[in-house]
């Protein structure tokens, strides 16, 4: 009997928590990478996120206001309980709820495209992760992951000879743009990694272009042209970065 992807992630979470990373264990399951890889990343995030420390005095007061509760001549009501207003615990629940959220949605969504229902649901999903991905090189990374979704979803919603709608297309370059703006922020061997992923996603979206160029309708040919320079453009932007990067390394003095 097949093994559902709910009791694969369970597996893997637990691993995960053992110490091993998401890469290592996706490699016994390639076929659910795609579903299964952002919800481990998620989870690792939120597992790395700081912890939040309750007010020593807050905690007190809240205690002492639970025991004024009369629990004879009324039911505590779980209203009650927020009303209490501790912040780690409505952080703590908040998280909780997304990463439930996640968990139950977006191994469905994954696949969607636009116009289909579950489609908003992966953007939402999408947005979530990027608000808990804190550190300059995460963000960069997901801003690559989302131009290569971009450009999934653009490649399997053009119909030969059919008008597109040219939305799809420009948001798959925009992320690569995205992800440009982190670079200054990362160190030597973060810009490297960087550089190594908008490159193969630049491949892959001027892979994309032409393929689509060779069968699209003649209104559309000037934007492919025109998303086409653009690739190029990014293309040259990482040549300059790279030999910036190189440059930096010969003429840095020894010892320094």
């Not at 905690?59 to 505590?76: E, L, N, P, Y």
């Not at 997304?98 to 139950?104: A, G, H």
């Not at 040549?239 to 930096?248: D, F, S, V």
Request: aromatic share 8%; net charge negative; proline share 4%.
């Amino acid at each position: 009997m097949k093994q559902k992807i709910e009791e694969i992630l369970d597996v893997l979470l637990l691993e995960m928590e053992k110490g091993k990373s998401p890469d290592d264990l996706l490699r016994d399951y390639p076929q659910y990478a795609d579903e299964l890889g952002p919800l481990l990343q998620l989870a690792r995030n939120i597992a790395e996120m700081p912890k939040p420390v309750p007010d020593a005095k807050a905690v007190q007061s809240a205690i002492r206001r639970i025991q004024k509760v009369d629990v004879h001549g009324k039911r505590f009501d779980l209203r009650d309980f927020f009303r209490l207003s501790i912040l780690p615990v409505r952080i703590t629940a908040v998280l909780l709820f997304l990463f439930i959220f996640e968990v139950t949605t977006v191994s469905l969504s994954a696949r969607s495209l636009p116009g289909h229902f579950l489609y908003r649901v992966k953007r939402f999903a999408e947005n979530v992760q990027h608000t808990l991905t804190v550190d300059s090189e995460g963000k960069a990374r997901l801003h690559v992951v989302f131009a290569d979704r971009r450009t999934n979803e653009f490649y399997s919603s053009v119909e030969p000879g059919v008008e597109f709608d040219d939305g799809l297309m420009c948001e798959m370059l925009q992320e690569i743009e995205y992800a440009f703006e982190h670079i200054r922020d990362l160190n030597e061997e973060g810009r490297e990694r960087l550089i190594d992923l908008i490159h193969e996603c630049n491949l892959f979206q001027v892979e994309v272009l032409e393929r689509t160029k060779e069968h699209a309708c003649a209104c559309n040919i000037e934007k492919i042209e025109e998303a086409l320079r653009n690739c190029m453009d990014h293309r040259e932007c990482l040549e300059c970065i790279r030999a910036r990067l190189k440059y930096n390394n010969t003429e840095m003095p020894a010892g320094t």
